[in-house]
Structure formats: structure tokens, C-alpha cells
């Protein structure tokens, strides 16, 4: 099996190098760009992120990866959204006012209404048959977030419990997005990172 | 369930990893790196890297320092203090390697920059660093760089409230070093109810357990304590039972690659 390269977009938001150093360790080749010839050359995208939603996507549409993105995923490439990266997955955030997403999975983002944020370890339920998922069922993930990917049910992969349940893993088809940071969740994530990588791009 | 923390502390003094007692006195442990990599290694909660010699110089954050312990590819999350002067400084910390940032200084010189700082990160990322004494019946909050004590501001508090600031770190700093000598009545010295994390002088396993029943406590942070002997972090999880913790691992990076 040939060596799996990976496109990390670099959209000037968050945290490209932890990203860059958890798929490298897990010996994928990787690459960080906003050029999309360079993206496009890989095998699948990891759209990473930290901070607020507007920023973001102003951030996307300033490099011009907005539209990339939503053609490249609808022609098939496979797509990994982490923390505010699966976020942006959304139709739109509330988040400092309404914002428009990619538009990718169905959905919106909304704050968190049993806390004011979610910080450190919770552990993660598959509520789907998804081979992507099943072996990571019950471990622990690290989150640090505020709002929430409302996606419909259907799009829901894997939930957390606060008092009450919510999504933190969606799916549609070739694109995935996670609220937890599997680069920062030590075994369980990387586990899950390569389980999810593999499965897309099989 | 989210699980309350253990947090392993690399104080850095002049490039070094230091043992710091009472904020005065300080022993040379080793390269910060090194210990980072044990904190990774042991399945720490969170690392925090704090380089107490930076915003007393006027330095600035040891983006270098950052950036090695960054390479190491660590799988924990990390958060970073020292010498962070403005929301850029925070967010070129969070781009070099750090998930979140704790800030001391910033808090008495331009508290408008942390909340600049959460717009961009996220009030998720940002710690407020506190260290405290009870002088009298009176808390006093302790300001490193001239070593002059005072009552909270009206600021801080207002900041903590609003939520600007996800978490405060409630250091002993007069018991730092000191087995046994964390003062739990300093968990009730902040008025509002944002989430804390106890630093200084936490060393054995009942006290951790004393001190994470409290409903506030998010978090405990250990520095020295972890420095004695091998797989200490493993050995305190291991005493905290019936504590929302997450159990001891053992991290084998090199177990697990890519096909």
C-alpha cells in the first residue's frame, strides 16, 4: 500500500502544526498549504481551527478555500473537520452573530446550553454502525469548545454527555467533522485519526 | 462525563526546568523538553509549560523553547505562559504549538487584550493566573513582578464573570514547593464561579482527592511533585479512586502507525 499523503488547510486559523505533528507521527505524508493544486494532490484534507466561526470562514473566503472546499468534497475528495474545522462544516454558526458555513453537512452551530464551555477529557458513544468509528466506542476524547454542530440526527456519528447528550461527530458520506481534538487525545486519538483516514480512503 | 484534570507543570527559569519553592527559590531539573516528553509519555491531562523569567524581562513568549517542545509532536494538549504581552503574542503561541494560553501579567497591564485574544482563540483557550495569599482575613492577589500584593480588581472580577477567562489558576504561590501545604480556602476566594485549578504545594494523593471533590475544582496542577520519582502521575490517578478521573495510561507513540 502506497504511503498516504495528507492536505492540511492552512486558512491562517489555529493549529496547522500540532496537526502537521500528529498525522506525521502517525507516518502519513503531509502537507500544509491554501494552494489548491497542492491540496488537491493529496489523498485526503484536514480542515483544522481554533477561535470563532466569522473569523474563520472570512479567513477561508480571504484564501479562497471556501468554494474549493465545498467543489472538492462534492466531487468526492475526502474531508476532516476538526474542532471549529468541523464546525465550519455547518450551513451556518450563530456564533457573534449568524454566519454562513460551508454547507457541507446540514446544520447550524449553537452555543452550548449547559455550560458555558466544554474543557478536557470526555469520553465519546457511537450511535452509528460506522466502521469508522465502532472501535474508538467509550474512549476518551480532549475537548475545549463552546458551541455546538446541531447537525439532524441522521448526520450524527458519535455523541457526549455533559448533563445532557450532544453531537460531537458527524458524517456525510466522504466528509466527517469532530468537536474533540483527536491530535491532542493521545492513544484514543490517534487510533481514531488513522481508523477515519483509512476508512475515507479506502 | 467530563473528567477533572491532573495537570503537570514545567516551570522554566533561564532556559531550564526548574523546582520553584515559595516563588524564590529555584533547582535545576533539566532540559524542559525532556520533561515534557515524561508528562506525554505518563498520560498527563494537560501539560502546562510556564517560563516565569519572560514578562520580567520584557521578553516576550520563548517562541524557540515553544517550538522544540512543539516538534516533539506531543499528544497532550499544552498550555503556555510566559511573557505573553498582546492577543498577537497569545495567538502566534496557539500557531507555534500551545492549545491554550495562562496569563499573569496581561491581567494588570492591558486586560482589553485578553478579551482581543478570545475573539481570535476563543475564551476556551485563555487561563487567568492568580496567585493568591490570605493575609489576615484578607485575600491578596500577588503581583510577581514587583512582589507587591493586592486586593482583586474590579477588572478581574468583572473579566471572570463575564466569562472572558475560562479558567483560574488559584496557585499558593507562599506554599509552592511545600508538601501538604496548599491552602483549600483560597478555592473560596474568588467571588464568581469560574471553574479553578489548584497549583502549589499539592503533593499526595488525599489531598488531591480533598481538593477535586470540590465542585468548582476543575483541575489540579502538580510541578515538583511529579519530579521525584518515575511514573508519578500514574501512581497519583491510580490513588484517586471514585474520582471522575481519567484512568493512568501509558502512551507507546510508537506503538501505533500508519498502515
Known sequence: MSRRTIGVVDYGVGNHASVWRALHGLGYRCRISAEPDVLSATDLLVLPGVGAFGAAMEALHRHDLDEYLKHRSRDGMPLLGLCLGMQLLADASSEHGLTAGLGLIPGNVEPLDQRRWHIG?????????DTLFRSSDGQSMYFNH?????????????????ERAFPVGVRRGNVVGLQFHPEKSQNSGRVLLSSIIEGLCR | MIRKRIIGVITVKNGWAVQSIGYRRYLPLGRPEILA???????ADEILLQCI???AHGLGPDLSLLDRVGRLGLSTPLIYAGGIRTAQDAITVVATAADRVLVDSML?????????????LGNQAIIASLPLSIEGHEVRWLNYRTGISAPFSD???KDLAAGTISEALVIDWRHEGQPLRFDAALLDALPCDVPLIAFGGLSDAAQLSNILRSPRV???????FLSYREHA???????LVGLPIRPATYQQSSDFCAP
Open chain 1, 121 to 129: 477529557w470526555n469520553s465519546i458513544e457511537v450511535t452509528k454502525e
Open chain 1, 146 to 162: 463552546s458551541h455546538v454542530f446541531r447537525a439532524p440526527e441522521e448526520y450524527q456519528v458519535c455523541i457526549t454527555r455533559l
Open chain 2, 37 to 43: 516528553e515524561n508528562l506525554d509519555r505518563w498520560g
Open chain 2, 53 to 55: 523569567d519572560r514578562s
Open chain 2, 108 to 120: 494588570w497591564d492591558d486586560p482589553d487584550e485578553i478579551g482581543r485574544s478570545g475573539e481570535y
Open chain 2, 155 to 157: 477588572r478581574l472580577l
Open chain 2, 218 to 224: 476543575a483541575a489540579v496542577a502538580i510541578g515538583n
Open chain 2, 233 to 239: 502521575l500514574q501512581a497519583f490517578k491510580q490513588n
